[in-house]
Structures are given as structure tokens and as C-alpha cells.
T-cell receptor
Framework: GENVEQHPSTLSVQEGDSAVIKCTYS??????FPWYKQELGKRPQLIID?????GEKKDQRIAVTLNKTAKHFSLHITETQPEDSAVYFC????????????FGKGTRLSVIA | DAGVIQSPRHEVTEMGQEVTLRCKPI?????LFWYRQTMMRGLELLIY????????DSGMPEDRFSAKMPNASFSTLKIQPSEPRDSAVYFC????????????FGSGTQLSVL
């Protein structure tokens, strides 16, 4: 079955610096990779996703890159702010929405003011 | 729409007791997922339903766990008997037909088994 490795498990950055979280997946057929953000005590929510026909996608201060050859994808947050502090989960979405998401174990990001 | 609704928000019980968690998916969503979240294992898929039919329950830890979806607007996850190692946050999520990619999560049930 699918396996998703996520690193690091914890990450602390100074406000204004960048943060990068990396994930690797095992199923080369997978073509959809979302990222979810979970604030303390809240539910996970989708923040950005990428499909295998593109290498990079941006949405304001967040971006996701995908390397299908190496089977890894990354989340980049620039100009971090205290409200970016949360647990971030990557996921392997399999093929075209027909299988459930398999999540990484999460990265706890702390942005220090 | 109120989103995915889970109850209770918190449950504290003693080992050996039966626990029932409830979920109401978003209207019109035909896929429903139960996930368990722990510090050690992150978000684990326990079981999911399409059109009220269980599709994959391979993530259910053992026979003490069972899930049902009697209709399109209600699902339950039952643990009988409960054990301390079952303590976790249990999330229910739903998604639109043919789109398991975008999940809408409920607020979760924080379960503590003493």
C-alpha cells in the first residue's frame, strides 16, 4: 500500500524566515498531493494541493513543489507569521480521487515572534 | 451548511466500557471517512464508506472496533470494550461524489479511556 514519509516532525523558525517541509511517497502512479493545516485544537483543513502535471504551485506565501521522478514533494512557506504555527500534514491522494488520502505523520511548525 | 458534525466533542470513559462516536456528513457528500489521530501515528484511516457501503476497513485496529452508516446522513464508530490505548482524537470527514481528494473534516472527538 501507499506510504508517506514526512520530515521534519518539528520545525521552529523565526518570524519572517522561510519554512520547508518535505514528503516522500511510494506509489509512482499517484498523481495528487494535498497539504492540510491543523491549528491547535482544530480540524485539519486543506491549504494547497498539486497534481502531477505541474511541478510547482503558489498561493500567496505558500507554495508546493513536486518531483515525480524522485517521488517527493515539499511545502514552502515564506515570510512566516505567528499564525502559521500549526501542524502540517502532507498526503498521497492516489489516482484521480478514487482512493482515500494517506497522510504523513505531520510537522509541528512553530513561528517565533 | 454547518459542515461535518461530530459528537461528542469529548468523551472520558473507563476501560471496558462501550464508546460510540457519531458523525453527520455534509449534505450531498457520498463518501465518509473515519480517521484516528495520535502523536505517534499521526492521522490513520480506519474505514471509509461510499454511498453508505463500507469499502475498506483494513485500518480498523481489531474486532473491538466497528463502524456503520445506516443512511447518507449518519455514521457511527463503536469501540467495545474500550482500552486505554484507544485514547486519541477521532475525526470523521466527508467528500463529494468521485472526489476523495478534498476532505472536509469534523471537529473531532477527543477520547480518553482511563
Amino acid at each position: 500500500g501507499e506510504n508517506v514519509e514526512q520530515h521534519p516532525s518539528t520545525l521552529s523558525v523565526q518570524e519572517g524566515d522561510s519554512a520547508v517541509i518535505k514528503c516522500t511517497y511510494s506509489d509512482s502512479a499517484s498523481n495528487y498531493f494535498p497539504w492540510y493545516k491543523q491549528e491547535l485544537g482544530k480540524r485539519p483543513q486543506l491549504i494547497i494541493d498539486i497534481r502531477s502535471n505541474v511541478g510547482e504551485k503558489k498561493d500567496q506565501r505558500i507554495a508546493v513543489t513536486l518531483n515525480k521522478t524522485a517521488k517527493h514533494f515539499s511545502l514552502h512557506i515564506t515570510e512566516t507569521q505567528p499564525e502559521d504555527s500549526a501542524v502540517y500534514f502532507c498526503a498521497d491522494g492516489g489516482i484521480s480521487g478514487n482512493t482515500p488520502l494517506v497522510f504523513g505523520k505531520g510537522t509541528r511548525l512553530s513561528v517565533i515572534a | 451548511d454547518a459542515g461535518v458534525i461530530q459528537s461528542p466533542r469529548h468523551e472520558v470513559t473507563e476501560m471496558g466500557q462501550e464508546v460510540t462516536l457519531r458523525c453527520k456528513p455534509i449534505s450531498g457528500h457520498n463518501s465518509l471517512f473515519w480517521y484516528r489521530q495520535t502523536m505517534m501515528r499521526g492521522l490513520e484511516l480506519l474505514i471509509y464508506f461510499n454511498n453508505n457501503v463500507p469499502i475498506d476497513d483494513s485500518g480498523m485496529p481489531e474486532d473491538r472496533f466497528s463502524a456503520k452508516m445506516p443512511n447518507a446522513s449518519f455514521s457511527t464508530l463503536k469501540i467495545q470494550p474500550s482500552e486505554p490505548r484507544d485514547s486519541a482524537v477521532y475525526f470523521c470527514a466527508s467528500s463529494l461524489p468521485g472526489n476523495n481528494e478534498k476532505l472536509f473534516f469534523g471537529s473531532g472527538t477527543q477520547l480518553s479511556v482511563l
